[in-house]
């Protein structure tokens, strides 16, 4: 179908931090918007925000003043539902409560045109239980913004049931007209950008459950290891742990019951503690003003300093390639243990092998201190008391962390030698519990199982999945590029590994993943 013609008109219903965003982004794109508030105080602070939103864009170089200027003049603050009848596309950005849409719904039906289409900004309602609501299901769709919307370059487009062609051509127009990559999702909870990102948080309280690690090292392994902008436990802080928890029982109720999707006891405590994040002045962290919540992250350690010392790394994924190309960078002698022979034994053994082999490397050089990667198999699995276990995600030369894990058994001097060993790369190091993929690795290949849940099941398409989770969620890259980048195989095979530890059916793996791998393709 042809992209739909522009509105003339845009109505926005509700004048808070999305609504009057929402406006914004309206007037300008040259749409005359109609702004809409039951309550009169919270349209004239939605009116004023709009006009700062338009300045500070100015002042910044974002558009011309004149530009700004003149989207001014087409903001008009609606006192009445009726006044928005003459708009062809409304967005309703009221709170998120289903009857209150519902209502909306129903009295837009009324008010607007048999053509007008209807948008829901919901996050978390399925737009299905909002359009038979309307009189016209067809004529109804979601657009999902993200938060704030001037600024975030992303919409979420979603189909419901009964949405028809020309409400999903509209909203795809408007959103471009509006500066946005628009990807399209079918109707679902979390719809695609809030399902394929859930893995973040949820497996961050899974190995805090489990103790893997604390809530603090979980967050600098994943900014400092992974890239992330802020951790998963940061996160919950700044939306809220009990707004966090609320979808997660959303997700459980729609879902019936899925277990990738199980609300976690420790936000249950946290909610009922009062510990609520930022707004409360603490949640896994404490808010004192003028006080950083955690220290700066430390700069890398320099790299180098490897004096030509023999390094076996064994293996063929890319983790392995990269991990010798990294450490022949930092002035090691790196190779594969096969091309050691004769005398030149070599002085550390990194088996860096996944799926993790059969044989027992160490048994071929009896003795070397030696590390062992923990991706489908942890440590303690490993029949090797004496290893230290260890974890990174390719691409390695962009990792700025190294993960290293012992066993009570593991020498001291073993795991002196691997910690400057990684240091010596240009690595932080980050000593954390036993387990498979360790902290990092666990909660992105949960990412990118998920996405491939979501893609064999035609929630959306691989493109969408990235671009929604690095434009919508700030993430450094999306799981499908994770996936490609760490490989597949590698991916599966730490999935296969929690459930072989753990038994626990949140770690299935998704079929569009594991045929991915056996035909050697992709997630698409």
């Known amino acids: 179908m042809a992209a739909a013609e522009l509105p003339r ?57 004149e530009v700004a200027v ?87 487009v979603i189909a419901a049931t009964h949405t028809g062609e020309r409400a999903l051509e509209m909203a795809k127009t408007v959103g471009d007209a509006m500066g946005k990559r628009v990807i399209v999702a079918s109707d679902g909870p979390g719809f695609l950008v809030n399902r394929c990102g859930r893995p973040f948080g949820a497996e961050a309280l899974r190995l805090l459950q489990e103790r893997v690690a604390t809530y603090e090292q979980i967050d600098r392994i994943c900014r400092l290891g992974g890239g992330f902008r802020m951790g998963p436990f940061e996160l919950m802080d700044l939306v809220g742990i009990d707004v966090g928890f609320e979808v997660a029982l959303s997700f459980d109720a729609q879902s019936f019951g899925e277990p990738r999707w199980k609300p976690n006891m420790l936000q249950a405590r946290m909610v009922a503690a009062g510990l609520l994040g930022r707004k409360t002045g603490a949640g896994w962290y404490r808010y004192e003003e003028g006080e950083p919540h955690r220290p700066e992250d430390p700069a890398p350690p320099a790299a180098g300093d490897g004096r030509g010392r023999r390094v076996a790394i064994d293996g063929a994924g890319e983790l392995a390639r990269g991990l010798r190309a990294r450490a022949a960078s930092a002035g090691f002698d790196a190779r594969e243990p096969g091309d050691f022979g004769g005398e030149e034994e070599p002085e550390l053994v990194v088996d860096a092998s996944v799926p993790a082999p059969v044989s027992d490397l160490g048994e071929a050089v009896e003795g070397v201190p030696t590390a062992l990667v923990c991706a489908d198999t942890p440590l303690h699995a490993r029949g090797e008391p004496d290893a230290c276990g260890f974890h990174l995600l390719a691409p390695v030369e962009h990792a700025g962390l190294a993960e290293l894990t012992r066993l009570p058994s593991t020498p001291d001097s073993v ?63 999306g799981p499908v590029e994770w996936g490609r980048r760490i490989g597949l195989d590698h991916v599966l095979a730490t999935v296969d590994g929690l459930w072989e530890e753990l038994r626990d059916p949140r770690y299935r793996a998704a079929p569009l993943l594991r045929r991915a791998v056996a035909t050697g393709g992709d997630l698409v």
């Open 9 to 65: 008109a845009l109505g926005v219903v509700g004048a808070g931090t999305m609504g009057a965003g929402i406006a914004q982004l309206g007037v300008i794109a040259g749409l005359d918007t109609y702004m809409h508030d039951p309550v009169p105080e919270a349209l004239e602070r939605g009116g004023e925000r709009v006009h700062r939103g338009l300045a500070k864009g100015a002042e910044r170089g974002r558009w011309p003043e």
């Open 70 to 156: 003149e989207a001014e003049t087409r903001l008009v603050l609606a006192a009445s539902l009726d006044e928005l009848a003459e708009c062809e596309l409304v967005i309703e950005a009221a709170p998120e409560r289903i009857e209150l849409k519902r209502e909306l719904f129903e009295r837009l039906s009324d008010v607007c045109g048999p053509e007008t289409v209807l948008a829901s900004n919901t996050s978390s309602i399925l737009v299905s239980s909002l359009a038979s609501a309307a009189a016209r299901p067809e004529n109804v769709v979601g657009m999902h913004f993200f938060n704030p919307p001037p600024l975030m370059h992303l919409v979420e």
């Open 415 to 477: 795991c002196e030698e691997f910690e400057s060993f990684f240091r010596a790369l240009g690595l932080h190091t980050e000593w954390v519990g036993d387990g498979p993929g360790l902290v990092l690795g666990r909660i992105v290949c949960q990412l990118v199982n998920e996405a491939a849940f979501a893609i064999g099941e035609g929630v959306g398409s691989a493109a969408d999945v990235d671009a929604g989770l690095t434009l919508g969620l700030n993430h450094p890259r």
